[in-house]
């Protein structure tokens, strides 16, 4: 699949100095994310990109011979709060957009789903980022990414997060993207090592706690209200958004030797990894799945989630367990945001407690239903469907 991103112009102000909720503006320094610990009641808060994605509304046409467009939310970590929040889940996305209309949509997007935008602020010198697609099915769905001059997602700085809402979120995800350029660099491995810390008599963060003691078949196995889940870090590899480009100047390999480390950093930290293949290694140097799994074990998480794409998913926990997954059979019109939705429904099955096989079972046909769809964020499932869909 081709990947690239465009310069795009930045936007327009917000019209009369309109700002997103969710900001407060201090005397004489940074604007900080509003405090107040909503985090408390978040089942998931994610951290990472949010954006506007330009979708063609027609299949299998060149993007210079599309007539009609759809517009939808868009970014990794917002679609898995999306897709957690239409499972029933509180969520929450700690990002920036523009200071622009496309941000404004954002912000309107998020609570049309549900999802808590407190932790989204504006960036007045950087355009809310845009994606545009190709479609053509059922595998080869290019993406052009217009994050320039830099991306206001990548403008997170450490001294702005709200750690305790961070802490309190039962299930934390961040994204390798968010690691790829500084200042979100820098706040991201903060926002980790602060759970962390704030979790060190807790499970660190959700160490072995949403085992495997669920039935399959409702919460038996649930974790603690109020306790920390997981810490999970979504492998989310954009060789682009580490210089491997015309502009970055980097080979492939250049890129991911660049990567590797700072994934490491962040592995220390979680308690769940996911990605697939390619992803997994950049992290590890591995790419058969069960040396995948086995060196992101070694390098600090409880449990390695390793996506196969055609032929399913591997998942491994630290004690033994694991499951083998095939992909669930679905006519694909548009594969983009079934990894996200596969995430979305990963920590809906950590929250309830599922064992491991019924766990990546539910995410493969989330993942698949929304295959099965033109959109992202919009296509994410209901519970419901998700069942339906099993049960069939």
């Known amino acids: 699949m081709t990947e690239q991103h465009r310069e795009a112009t930045p936007g327009r102000a917000a019209r009369n100095g309109e700002r997103p909720a969710g900001a407060r503006r201090t005397s004489g320094g940074p604007a900080v994310d509003g405090g107040g610990g909503p985090g408390a009641g978040h089942d998931v808060v994610t951290m990472g990109r949010i954006g506007v994605d330009i979708y063609p509304l027609q299949t299998g046409v060149p993007l210079q011979h599309v007539e009609s467009f759809g517009k939808f939310l868009g970014g990794s970590a917002t679609n898995v709060a999306v ?54 099915p059922p595998d080869d769905f290019p993406l052009y990414f217009y994050r320039q001059p830099k991306a206001p997602d990548l403008e997170i700085h450490p001294g702005e997060l709200d750690t305790a809402g961070i802490a309190a979120a039962r299930i934390f995800w961040v994204t390798g993207t968010g690691l790829c350029a500084e200042p979100s660099r820098a706040a991201t491995l903060a926002a980790l090592a602060h759970r962390d810390a704030a979790h060190g008599g807790d499970g660190d963060g959700g160490r072995d706690d949403g085992g495997d003691g669920g039935d399959g078949d409702g919460d038996t196995g649930a974790a603690v209200p109020g306790r920390a889940v997981a810490t999970v870090f979504d492998l989310d590899w ?36 996911v990605g697939n293949l390619a992803e997994c290694e950049v992290a590890t140097g591995e790419r058969e799945p069960r040396a995948c799994a086995e060196a992101l074990l070694a390098a600090g998480p409880e449990l390695a989630v390793v996506k196969r794409g055609p032929d399913g998913v591997l998942a491994v926990r630290r004690d033994g367990t694991a499951a083998e997954v095939p992909p669930h059979p679905v006519e694909v019109v548009n594969g983009l945001g079934a990894g996200d939705a596969f995430g979305g429904a990963l920590c809906h099955g950590l929250l309830a407690g599922w064992d491991l096989e019924y766990l990546m079972r539910y995410a493969n046909a989330a993942g698949a239903l929304v295959a099965s769809r033109l959109a992202c964020s919009s296509a994410m499932p209901r519970a419901r469907e ?6 069939g």
């Not at 210089?243 to 979680?270: F, I, N, S």
Request: net charge positive; hydrophobic share 50%; aromatic share 10%.
């Open 83 to 136: 897709a957690g929040a239409r499972l029933g889940r509180s969520t929450a996305v700690i990002s920036r957009t523009g200071d622009d209309p496309f941000g404004i949509y954002c912000h309107e997007a998020l609570r049309g789903f549900a999802v808590d935008d407190r932790w989204v602020r504006p960036v007045a010198r950087y355009p809310t980022p845009v994606t545009f697609c190709e479609i053509f």
């Open 386 to 391: 998700v069942e339906a869909l099993l049960a």
């Open 238 to 273: 954009r060789p682009m958004f580490w210089g491997a480009d015309a502009a970055g100047g980097r080979t492939a390999a250049e890129a991911m030797a660049a990567a590797r480390p700072v994934y490491r950093e962040a592995l220390a930290h979680a308690t769940v990894a």
